[in-house]
């Protein structure tokens, strides 16, 4: 005999209940919330209930599933369609070779855009149940219309107060908030309002967000191939455009991770990076407080999210920062040796180090050290020229080798 692994969008109040009525009738177990499980006693679908199997430890839920399967058919119960942010992925994993019967309801997704009437095809999701508080920003501010998944945590009133004080009233007042509570149920209710007024209220849980980037007729930029002019910088000190480009190409980028823009200045490449993967977290690690202000223009002007000012002189600066999968040096203040040896004892494994070199003695001391790490090493040289057609000057500028080491496991040769 094949059992049936049956996973039901669960909707207490809907009319339409025969195909859980008849799943019923063959199951010897039922997994869901409490919540859930009440909710299903009170609809008498039944004379008799299968005994419920609680979701948390999922672990133990899953192995004594498992166990289940091998004698009758099993229930699942879950909010809306298991296959949004839902426990449908976890199960289609586990039991691979399973007959699974999925019947979705309307997501708390679909329900939240109704209540407010907006549409949702053009949104991005986020969800913050039972995951960490970092990098709220660039998670939930990068698109112009983000819904997100709460948890008793990451509370609307908490979300709100945490970039409230990380950014401030001003820099976060272009956006417009909705909160709906207890989607679908009779004390559901919903709240429209800045970020300010939700942090000033409590909302029971469950509940989820909308967050909508206010209609702008600022400039909009590229992803990427941001020109020199458009960068806060001090007296033409940036990365020039096509050393930039080469520089990022070298890096062969992560989408996830955490990127250490080592002597920042003005944070060109950090500030290019951080636009090229929201997810990716960009530390810009500079010691002078006027490239330091030119950093904090360029992440406002450009609404950079997931990128973290860090003022201070390396290396002591980067001794506790997070570990990088990518490193960029682009100034060193000549202490480049030591800079390097931090970095390499950072990096994780299979990480890249980055260094620029416009003066010979970096160009010597930066591949040496790397060798000598045992990371392989290989030296760029980019001359650039410029002119404008058909009768531009010739604007020449000095070479730069671009310096491109690559962790490997095997450690110092």
């Not at 090493?377 to 002119?387: L, Q, S, Y």
């Not at 531009?392 to 671009?402: D, H, L, Q, S, V």
């Amino acid at each position: 005999m094949r059992t049936v692994l049956y996973i039901f969008g669960f909707d207490p109040t809907s009319s339409k209940q025969s195909s859980l009525r008849s799943a019923l009738e063959s199951s010897i177990g039922i997994i869901a919330s409490k919540r859930l499980y009440e909710n299903l006693l009170n609809l008498r679908l039944s004379d008799g209930y299968p005994p419920l199997i609680p979701v948390v430890p999922l672990a133990q839920c899953i192995e004594t599933t498992r166990e289940l399967l091998t004698e009758g058919d099993v229930i699942v119960l879950a909010s809306g369609d298991p296959f949004f942010f839902g426990i449908g992925r976890k199960l289609t994993e586990s039991f691979p070779d399973q007959k699974i019967i999925v019947s979705p309801q309307i997501s708390s997704m679909q329900l939240a855009f109704s209540r407010f009437n907006i549409p949702w095809d053009d949104a991005r999701f986020v969800s913050l149940h039972g995951r960490s508080d970092k990098q709220l920003a660039s998670k939930l501010l990068h698109h112009p219309k983000t819904f997100v998944l709460t948890d008793p945590k990451n509370s609307p009133d908490y979300i709100a107060l945490k970039l409230l004080e990380e950014y401030g009233e001003k820099t976060v007042s272009g956006y417009s908030i909705h909160v709906a509570e207890h989607l679908g149920f009779s004390s559901e209710k919903i709240f429209s309002g800045t970020f300010a007024q939700v942090a000033s209220q409590k909302f029971a849980d469950p509940n989820v967000m909308i967050i909508i980037k206010s209609g702008s007729k600022k400039q909009m930029y590229p992803n990427f191939g941001l020109q020199e002019y458009e960068i806060c910088h001090s007296r033409g000190l940036l990365t020039k455009n096509e050393v930039r480009a080469a520089v990022i190409h070298a890096l062969r980028l992560p989408a996830k991770g955490v990127f250490w823009d080592v002597g920042a200045g003005s944070g060109s490449v950090g500030l290019e990076v951080a636009r090229l993967h929201s997810e990716l977290q960009v530390l810009a690690i500079e010691k002078k407080s006027e490239q330091w202000q030119n950093i904090k223009n360029n992440q406002k002007k450009f609404a950079v999210w997931n990128m973290r000012r860090i003022q201070g002189e390396a290396p002591d600066a980067l001794q506790q920062l997070d570990n990088p999968n990518r490193v960029f040096i682009g100034g060193s203040g000549g202490n480049l040796k030591n800079i390097i040896e931090i970095c390499s004892e950072k990096l994780l494994i299979n990480g890249i180090i980055v260094v620029n070199a416009v003066i010979e003695k970096t160009a010597k001391i930066a591949p040496e050290v790397l060798y000598s790490l045992g990371f392989d090493v290989e030296i760029r040289e980019i001359t650039v020229k410029r002119n404008t057609y058909p009768n531009g000057e010739i604007e020449k500028f000095n070479p730069i080798k671009i310096i491109v080491g690559q962790k490997k496991e095997s450690g110092a040769r």
